[in-house]
């Protein structure tokens, strides 16, 4: 079994094996056993003495790394401490080993003089001083340094507001730009590349309130859901629960603005009735571009996790059929959760690329494009896009937004009676992602911008530093979060010809 198997034979084969051998004649290896037990005897012994064991762990002990030898712990006599300066002492010995110190711990363990602790204590205590001080310096030094930046910007801004009266002889525009951008780089934590961007899209005069209204959060919204209650009914009904809230402007019929509340929004019986769904303000925007009719075939490109296509639904009023695709599967749990819990009962999910629109599935009167996208106009919910962000993924952004667009207009139907069209939104401000990709689809589709119908927002660029974009661009709609207090949005409504 040994050989064929390659395991170590048991030890009741082993003994076995010996007994045979014994009663052959032949002298049998002891070796073949294996180890035994330490038996039934030695079991039943007692545990050794403490003092045994102290006497065999009582050897010195070398650390390899640093050559030191130090005594055992165990073996170490300790005198009750006989004031409270003796304690605060042993204590720091303690510290001391327990950091790694080899040095100092060879020191304490080894002299055990008043004399000889004394300085040392001291001299870590001066070491520490300094060391925190230091500290405090580099910080102070880091305050100060942002202030002096800011306090510079300021000025570099006054400057360029004027420049032909207030600058300086000898320097250049360009070189307040560049000591401007640096300054804010330094101060509020962006990448070069994308603070440059923003320098170039934002008035000068506006730059510093725009970077401050992009760190602030934004104001709590939800969207009361049409197919479950009225907008009226819902606000005193959470009124009641001790919600403070406002609707959230005239151009909406269905949001509310949250200040504070005593109960959690997400969690109210309300919310897991479907009466409403936590929404930002700029995201019900491309919706009501988008205005959906009864009886419909439309089409949500990248749906989850739900609050545009549950608002289109709400729309359309349950009527014609409404298909939510989002690439992702696990994004795709929350869509169907919200349609469940909102009561939506004419949507169709899937999960495909939205690439392979209209190979799928076409003829759409409607198709909206939330298209992913860079997120810069989002700031204030992920930080980590000030520094984040490269050029390189600017422009990936971009191509993928090119290709869905082109997907997107294939997918509607030009003869549509009612429809032939499609709405392209994103939540970046970056030209680069919104009016670029808008231009591209006019060059390679029969499609005309249309007006949004809106009267919130910004009109686009037509022309952008030494880009020239279509005099029809001026119908799409920029959302900032300085001049309209909500995420930063881009929206452009298309219509596709026969």
């Not at 052959?24 to 003495?49: I, T, Y």
């Not at 919600?243 to 909406?252: H, M, T």
């Not at 009016?435 to 119908?453: D, S, W």
Request: glycine share 6%.
């Amino acid at each position: 079994r040994s050989e064929l198997g390659k395991r170590r034979p048991s030890t009741f084969i082993i003994a076995h094996h010996y007994e045979a051998c014994v009663h052959m004649g032949r002298k049998a290896n002891r070796s073949e056993l294996g180890k035994r037990g330490p038996g039934r005897k030695a079991k039943k012994q007692p545990p050794p003495p403490l003092d045994a064991i102290a006497t065999s762990r009582s050897k010195p002990i070398k650390n390899k790394a640093s050559g030191l030898v130090r005594k055992s712990r165990i073996t170490r006599k300790r005198n009750p401490p006989s004031n409270d300066s003796d304690v605060n002492e042993k204590k720091l010995k303690l510290d001391l080993s327990d950091s790694g110190n080899e040095d100092e711990t060879q020191l304490f363990e080894s002299d055990s003089d008043e004399e000889t602790v004394a300085p040392a204590v001291a001299k870590l205590k001066d070491k520490r001083s300094k060391r925190i001080s230091e500290q405090e310096q580099t910080f102070a030094d880091a305050v100060s340094n942002m202030q002096e930046g800011g306090q510079r910007a300021h000025e570099i801004l006054h400057i360029l507001s004027n420049f032909k009266s207030l600058c300086e002889e000898g320097k250049s525009r360009s070189e307040y730009l560049q000591t401007l951008h640096d300054d804010l780089v330094s101060q509020y934590g962006y990448s070069d590349y994308l603070m440059g961007k923003f320098i170039e899209l934002v008035p000068t005069s506006q730059l510093i309130e725009f970077l401050d209204a992009s760190e602030a959060p934004r104001p709590l919204t939800i969207r009361s859901n049409s197919l479950k209650t009225r907008r009226r009914d819902l606000a005193q009904a959470l009124i009641n629960r001790g919600v403070n809230l406002d609707p959230i402007g005239s151009w909406s019929k269905v949001g509310l603005v949250i200040y504070d509340s005593t109960v959690p929004i997400g969690a109210t019986p309300e919310y897991l009735a479907g009466h409403y769904m936590l929404q930002g303000a700029s995201s019900m925007i491309p919706v009501m571009a988008l205005a959906p009719q009864e009886k419909e075939r439309v089409l949500d490109m990248c749906a989850a996790p739900g609050s545009k296509s549950s608002y289109i639904a709400a729309l359309m009023k349950n009527s014609g059929i409404l298909f939510c695709n989002d690439v992702s599967k696990v994004r795709l749990k929350a869509l169907v959760g919200n349609l469940h819990r909102l009561g939506v009962a004419n949507t169709v999910c899937c999960c495909y690329d939205g690439r392979d629109f209209p190979k799928v599935i076409g003829n759409f009167d409607r198709v909206l494009l939330d298209a992913p996208c860079s997120g810069t106009g989002v700031i204030s919910k992920d930080s980590t896009v000030k520094s984040s962000k490269t050029e390189k993924d600017i422009q990936k952004c971009s191509h993928l937004q090119r290709e869905l667009i082109l997907c997107a207009i294939d997918s509607v139907n030009a003869h549509s009676s009612t429809g032939g069209y499609v709405v392209y939104s994103t939540c970046s401000l970056l030209v680069e992602e919104n009016e670029c990709v808008v231009e591209y689809a006019l060059k390679k589709r029969n499609v005309k911008i249309v007006a949004t119908g809106l009267e919130l927002g910004e009109d686009g660029f037509t022309k952008f530093c030494e880009r020239r974009f279509h005099p029809s661009m001026t119908h799409t709609k920029r959302i900032y979060p300085h001049i309209h207090n909500m995420d930063g949005f881009f929206i452009a409504k298309l219509k596709k010809m026969v």
